[in-house]
């Protein structure tokens, strides 16, 4: 079982990008603790992050075949990008989007998201718990099979 983590814009900042609202860890010890959770739970696992939205697009669209589930902090494209939306759901793969803070929370403008509809479902709100409970998530998901 192999899942791809995808970290949107910004998200290379982690650590000094508004500590207060998105904590103090850095995207290496993001990627480091889901490293050890996928040697635990006996699953390859690829991180990758991007700011651009093509970028991000041309990874989902290629995951089809390669990885079996993934995981993606889509960031700031969660509330615009209805290009991420149709890969997703073009692949076919099951996904879990998730939050570092709970965007519900937050302005209005990201009450919305264009990728929970086509998602397995949404983890907001446990800072880098969001993550680490997103790829037990996708996991147990895959684990359980089409019929779930």
Known sequence: MKVLVLHGP???????REPGMYGTETL????TALARLAKELGVEMECRQSNMEGELVT????????FQGLVINPAAYTHTSVALRDAVLAVGLPVVEVHLSNVHKREDFRQRSFLAPVAVGQISGFGIDSYLLGFRAVVSVLQQGPDR
């Open 28 to 31: 290496d010890g993001i990627n």
């Open 59 to 66: 990874w989902v669209q290629q995951a089809a075949g390669v």
């Open 10 to 16: 910004n998200l290379n900042l982690l650590g000094m």
